[in-house]
């Protein structure tokens, strides 16, 4: 079983970028396809980034595509969200989640449900 601790968010202008990390502890993170997620304020919870397990797969959301960036360093055992251009609308409280299934090997799994573990989160907010 995995633990992750998120760190990074905290207070950006509309324009700036910040790196998002996801701490992984009990086990590599390298065995887990790897996502991030976001809950806007009053909203759901939506997919936004994930890699799969081999490192080779990765998909976006399309609000984020082309501004964000997932990536993996399994010396540290972190996973990370390089966040560009950030707008007002990626205010939110970002998840980061593994799966475990075998699917996670060559998969990006975009479905909360898909997911075994997930951290407590961190809340990015972006000003105008």
């Known amino acids: 079983q995995v633990q992750l601790v998120e760190s990074g968010g905290g207070l950006v202008q509309a324009g700036g970028s910040l790196r998002l990390s996801c701490a992984a502890s009990?086990?590599?993170?390298?065995?887990?396809?790897m996502g991030w997620f976001r809950q806007p304020p009053g909203k759901e919870r939506e997919f936004v980034a994930g890699l799969s397990r081999s490192g080779v797969s990765s998909n976006y959301a399309d609000s984020v595509s082309g501004r964000f960036i997932i990536s993996r360093d399994n010396a540290k055992n972190t996973v990370y969200l390089q966040m560009n251009s950030l707008k007002p609308e990626d205010t939110a409280v970002y998840y980061c989640?593994?799966?475990?299934?075998?699917?996670?090997?060559?998969?990006?799994?975009?479905?909360?449900?898909?997911?075994?573990?997930w951290g407590q989160g961190t809340p990015v907010t972006v000003s105008s």
């Open positions: 989640a593994a799966d475990q299934t075998q699917w996670a090997q060559w998969r990006v799994a975009t479905r909360i449900n898909e997911y075994d573990y």
């Open positions: 009990g086990r590599n993170v390298y065995t887990y396809g």
